[in-house]
């Protein structure tokens, strides 16, 4: 059985504050894209995982699945699984996140474990904090520290083309989160976005990683003006980066605009909806 495991961008991402645990809660839009991770189970008599294009620790999204529904559920889990990488990695596209939570659902088909929706939302959070929106999908607003998920209307997405543009280095959350410290929103300050629906005012959807990542990697800021000279409606970070993207009306201009970062790795994506 071969699975598909799709990447997010975040449309617009506000740090609220550190809780006491360590955590952050967060507002952002989350925009699942067609651009996949693919995940082969195999019937086997033992466990075994591997991971094909890229080289990913032992302890990982997917054997953090497969040892939380054997405890879980009381189980040996065996098969093998091969995942083959596509979503490039430390991107802020959430490709660890997404093969975790494919992996439990699948798991949970594959078995006939029955597993609620509830079930496997608990267990999605503690493999990561971007695991649980992978749970649903689709286009969401995500909140707390990513465990609560409310659909929106996001009528104006529908017919929009993303180019994901990769640059050669990534970004490590922990050390944009330790950054940004210094501009986290006065508890009194309640941040929203605007609705997704008749005209967007796309610059109110802010990332508040930008300004920290930009000043230690200029080169993003390079290819956010790039985006808008290429005729992008809206360009901005995925998550703490890497990646940068554009919002695109138009498949031709999106296809168009590719040409415009030739020494990058790119994409030309579109909304799961």
Known sequence: MIVQSPCKVNLG?????????GYHNILSNFIELNLCDSIEFIDSNYS???FIG????KD??????IKLI???CNI????KIYITKKIPLGSGLGGGSSNGAYTLKTLNYLYNLNMTDSELFSLSKEIGSDVP????GGIKQISGTGDIIKSINYLKLKDKFFVLVIPDFSVSTSWAYKKIKKHLQPLNIKPKFPPLTNKVDWALFENDFEQVVCSAYPEILDIKTMFYDCGALYSSLSGSGSTMFGIYNDMKLAAS?????KDYHTYLVTPNV
Do not use: G, S, W
């Open 13 to 21: 991402l506000k740090i609220i504050n550190q809780r006491k645990d």
């Open 48 to 50: 075994y995982v591997e």
């Open 54 to 57: 890229a080289n990913i620790p």
């Open 60 to 65: 990982n999204t997917v054997t953090n699945a």
């Open 70 to 72: 054997e405890n879980y």
């Open 76 to 79: 040996n889990i065996n098969h």
């Open 133 to 136: 929106f992978f749970m649903q």
């Open 257 to 261: 605009a590719i040409e415009c970062f």
